[in-house]
């Protein structure tokens, strides 16, 4: 089981903490640290300072670490042209030297569209649909060649498509609740599909069907890697856990219960749940990113637990 760092900057974070988050994620061994992409906060926060982007947080983080993978828990496909987000998410991959797994969505919070001036487009899943056809493409085309498309919402003409990632292929993520179109898109376009915040019955559904889906498509379903997002809450006792889910204003019994947290032993039992349904890899949603000692628990005494099944 692969475990991986997530955060949620929109909710208050310069990008120095997420550096120093970042940086420990590296030293203590987790397999990325992978952001939101979000330019208003949510829930009974302020968000100060202020929202950062999740593409230039990425670009300093790829010269500011060596080894562990960068990401995004998704991409918004409103927020930027899929020309333009090709071009920044290659730039991004060679400036870290091929670390880069690439999230996109369709953008959902309207609120946050609203307040910076950014188009909300009724139709998102077409719309995603040809950004993924859009980024892949560009990417895919040998150099000297060029590229066009002729779609429904975005046409490119003679592109040179360029720069190239630094990887041969930069991993795509796809993920979500949809039962149709969401599975019908990982299978066509990703490396990994994920689904967030579900439970191990509700994650084996709609891993089965992905695989269904890819298969449909000629595709072997081990070809994807299946992973979850899941917030994490873990104490050495009962008061630790207690004392990190006030900090984040979550109750432990909803933690719990929708979450991962308890003692090292009890979050490693409820992952190996999650692995018995098919899951390869846990996105840890940590949300006080001041408490780095969380981030070294887990890593100390969950991590062997679940690196070891």
């Known amino acids: 089981m692969d475990l991986r760092i997530f955060t949620e900057p929109q909710q208050g974070a310069t990008y120095d903490t997420l550096l120093r988050v ?8 987790y397999g990325a640290f992978f952001r939101s992409d979000h330019y208003l906060h949510m829930g009974n926060v302020d968000g100060l300072p ?11 983080l790829a010269r500011e670490t060596k080894r562990i993978r960068l990401g ?22 060679q400036m870290s030297g091929g670390r880069v797994d690439f999230g996109l969505g369709s953008g959902w919070y309207a609120e946050e569209h609203a307040a910076y001036g950014i188009p909300f487009p009724k139709e998102k899943f077409g719309r995603l649909e040809e950004q993924l056809e859009i980024i892949t493409g560009l990417w895919n085309t ?15 003409t003679d592109s040179p498509a360029l720069p190239k990632p630094a990887q041969p292929r930069i991993p795509v993520l796809v993920g979500g609740h949809g039962t149709k179109r969401t599975p019908a898109i990982a299978a066509r376009y990703a490396d990994e599909f994920n689904i967030p915040f579900a439970s191990p019955e509700d994650s084996e559904r709609q891993f089965a069907r992905v695989r269904a889906a890819a298969e449909e498509r000629g595709r ?18 009962d008061a630790e856990v207690a004392r990190r889910a006030e900090a984040i204003g979550r109750s432990v019994e909803d933690l ?19 692995e018995s349904v ?8 940590i949300l006080d990113l001041s ?12 991590m062997p637990q679940v690196s070891t099944r």
């Open 278 to 285: 098919g899951s390869q890899r846990i996105y840890l949603q």
């Open 22 to 29: 970042a940086q420990a994620a590296e030293e203590l061994n």
């Open 142 to 156: 040998p150099v000297g060649d060029r590229y066009s498309f002729d779609g429904t919402y975005y046409q490119l």
């Open 50 to 60: 202020g929202p950062t982007d999740a593409w230039v947080t990425l670009a300093g």
């Open 220 to 237: 072997k379903a081990s070809e994807l890697v299946y992973s979850n997002a899941l917030v994490a809450c873990v104490g050495k006792d």
């Open 72 to 93: 995004t828990l998704m991409t918004a496909g409103t927020f930027r042209l899929p020309g333009v987000l090709a071009i920044q998410v290659a730039q991004v991959d």
């Open 291 to 302: 408490d780095l000692d969380h981030l070294e628990l887990i890593a100390d005494k969950v």
């Open 256 to 274: 719990r219960e929708n979450g991962l947290a308890g003692s090292p032993n009890e979050v490693a039992e409820k992952i190996g749940k999650f």
